[in-house]
């Protein structure tokens, strides 16, 4: 079509009308992919490349975010009660709360008490902490400093201040690991029912309640993780 045409007609502010296109869907099956079920023999791990469990998960949640964690329980422990001052915890004793927690997801009981009461002691849990310094620690758990947090009306208002520094430490350890040729997006919900604004309600997830993540998953056979 000329471009005189698209102009506006002398005297009126109207344009030439377009003819208009009408998309129309159907169904449609697609192939499907040409794959083969075939055994070809087993995949080749150099087992000197593998390592123990603790391995794995400290290279992701390494010393130095353990000691982020001690740092900052401490310091939180201190600015709720001056006078008591600090209860004093190491990078060790993070370590062993955060086994700890690993257990109770494993083995569940109804509270916490129980892995350390005579009748249902769990010796895992309880050889590691008393329960009183369990409770001591768990109460004064902290990953950042509550008082140089930004108000909400600052720009640099985060709503994840709380956990910033834990997310960048983790971050930073996931972008060690090189990327494989083939990679997939998915989405979760971690169960939460508390008060949060980054809480969401998908009726058609297993959990309907919780905090929608995204994250990036590969299989990478030679190093031995997924």
Not at 14 to 26: A, I, Q, T
Not at 30 to 48: I, L, N, R, T
Request: hydrophobic share 35%.
């Amino acid at each position: 079509m000329p471009l005189a045409d698209l102009l506006p007609l002398a005297g009126t502010s109207k344009y030439v009308d377009m003819p208009e296109h009408v998309y129309r869907w159907r169904a449609d099956r697609a192939p499907p992919p040409q794959m083969s079920s075939e055994f070809k023999g087993y995949v080749h791990v150099d087992e000197g490349s593998l390592k123990n469990p603790i391995d794995y998960f400290k290279a992701f949640f390494n010393d130095e975010m353990t000691q982020l964690i001690a740092d900052q329980t401490n310091l939180y422990s201190v600015q709720c009660n001056v006078a008591k001052g600090s209860v004093g915890t190491t990078k060790i004793e993070i370590e062993r709360l955060l086994s700890i927690f690993l257990k109770m997801c494993i083995v569940q009981m109804p509270r916490y008490s129980m892995y350390w009461e005579a009748e249902t002691r769990y010796s895992p849990i309880a050889s590691l902490m008393s329960r009183d310094r369990f409770k001591k620690l768990k109460a004064f758990l902290h990953f950042n400093d509550n008082s140089k947090a930004p108000g909400k009306n600052d720009s640099s208002y985060d709503k994840l201040y709380k956990i910033r520094p834990l997310l960048q430490v983790l971050r930073e350890s996931c972008l060690t690991v090189p990327p494989e040729e083939i990679n997939s997006v998915d989405e979760r919900i971690v169960p939460f029912k508390g008060k949060s604004s980054l809480r969401r309600y998908l009726p058609k997830k297993t959990k309907e309640i919780g905090i929608q993540n995204f994250f990036k998953k590969w299989e990478n056979v030679k190093r031995g993780y997924v």
